[in-house]
């Protein structure tokens, strides 16, 4: 069995407020202007705000933060959920730069190669929004084919009351998924493993996932079973094609959060 770490060497530790929609803002203001302090919620959040009000902020803050040109053309979602212990709602958004990519492949002088492997590179990149302060964190790159965009989806891995974050991303004919707890509001990789490796070749393996509560720990476990997947209509593209996995009945893994260390380990027995 294989399973491929990637280090993401890109991302930023801290995270970052929206520059203000006025010029005597102060650092301690939220997108909208408003002071915010220990004390003091912001009134307005940005999910509520009209779709254009909510492009231009993002826009600005894309812009900003990875240094995207005016021209730029690039594709975001965002996908809603409460990630924190407060009742405010929160958000992960995610930002394709597939023609970013393949100009890049362009001035390299290979774009071939760079089809070849996907146009593999630093062009997912996805944001952390928390709803209480209205801020935006600084971005997260995966590095990752960005013929598919990042995958987002939530479960309750800390806490019953709040999600986690869970991130699939594609490598060529391969995907993998990557798992965030949120630390001083910023998203922190604590679990990486492969979803489906080899697609369409001998070597094929993949793998499903879930989340079990065990009494004595705080924050569940997660098991590895092995899957299997279902058949590849004919023609289709191995790079992009997103395949049906069927749970096996033989576990691979199981992995506990160790809090200390802040990710999780496994056993080196069977």
Same mark, same amino acid.
């Given at each position: 069995?294989?399973?491929?770490y #990637?280090?993401?060497t890109?991302? +930023?530790?801290l995270?970052?407020?929206?520059?203000?929609?006025? *010029?005597n803002a102060?650092p301690?203001?939220?997108?909208f202007?408003?002071e &915010?302090?220990?004390d003091?919620?912001?009134?307005?959040?940005? &999910?509520?705000?009209?779709?254009?009000?909510?492009?231009?902020?993002?826009?600005?803050?894309?812009?900003?933060?990875? /240094?995207?040109?005016?021209? *730029?053309?690039?594709?975001?979602?965002?996908?809603?959920?409460? +990630?924190?212990?407060?009742?405010?709602?929160?958000?992960?958004?995610?930002?394709?730069?597939?023609?970013y990519a393949k100009l890049?492949?362009?001035e390299?002088?290979k $774009? /071939?190669?760079?089809k070849?492997?996907?146009?593999?590179?630093? /062009? !997912?990149? #996805?944001?952390?929004?928390?709803?209480?302060t209205n801020? %935006?964190?600084?971005?997260?790159?995966?590095?990752?084919?960005?013929l598919?965009?990042?995958?987002?989806s939530?479960?309750?891995?800390?806490?019953?009351?709040? @999600?986690?974050i869970?991130?699939?991303?594609r490598?060529r !004919?391969?995907?993998?998924?990557?798992?965030?707890f %949120?630390v001083?509001?910023?998203?922190?990789?604590?679990? *990486?493993?492969?979803?489906?490796?080899?697609?369409?070749s001998?070597?094929?393996?993949?793998?499903v996932f879930?989340?079990?509560?065990v009494?004595?720990r705080?924050?569940k476990?997660?098991?590895?079973?092995e899957g299997?997947?279902?058949?590849? $209509?004919?023609?289709v593209? +191995? #790079?992009?094609? *997103?395949?049906?996995?069927? @749970?096996?009945?033989?576990?691979?893994?199981?992995?506990f959060?160790?809090?200390?260390?802040?990710?999780?380990?496994?056993?080196?027995?069977?």
């Amino acid at each position: 069995m294989k399973s491929v770490y #990637f280090v993401i060497t890109l991302s +930023l530790v801290l995270s970052c407020n929206l520059d203000s929609e006025t *010029e005597n803002a102060k650092p301690n203001t939220d997108i909208f202007g408003n002071e &915010l302090n220990d004390d003091s919620k912001s009134s307005i959040s940005l &999910l509520d705000s009209s779709e254009i009000f909510i492009q231009e902020v993002l826009h600005k803050h894309f812009k900003r933060t990875l /240094f995207i040109n005016d021209d *730029e053309q690039y594709s975001y979602n965002i996908f809603k959920e409460h +990630l924190n212990g407060d009742s405010i709602i929160d958000a992960v958004i995610t930002l394709n730069r597939l023609e970013y990519a393949k100009l890049k492949a362009e001035e390299s002088g290979k $774009p /071939f190669k760079a089809k070849e492997i996907g146009y593999m590179g630093p /062009f !997912n990149v #996805f944001f952390y929004y928390d709803g209480i302060t209205n801020t %935006l964190s600084s971005p997260l790159i995966v590095p990752s084919s960005p013929l598919l965009p990042l995958k987002v989806s939530f479960e309750n891995i800390t806490s019953i009351d709040f @999600k986690d974050i869970l991130i699939d991303f594609r490598i060529r !004919n391969s995907s993998y998924k990557e798992v965030y707890f %949120l630390v001083n509001k910023f998203p922190q990789l604590v679990f *990486e493993w492969t979803n489906f490796d080899g697609l369409g070749s001998p070597q094929e393996e993949a793998y499903v996932f879930s989340f079990n509560n065990v009494k004595e720990r705080n924050v569940k476990d997660i098991i590895v079973n092995e899957g299997k997947i279902s058949s590849i $209509p004919n023609n289709v593209d +191995l #790079f992009t094609y *997103e395949p049906v996995i069927m @749970k096996k009945n033989k576990k691979i893994k199981e992995f506990f959060f160790l809090e200390s260390e802040g990710k999780y380990f496994t056993s080196k027995k069977p």
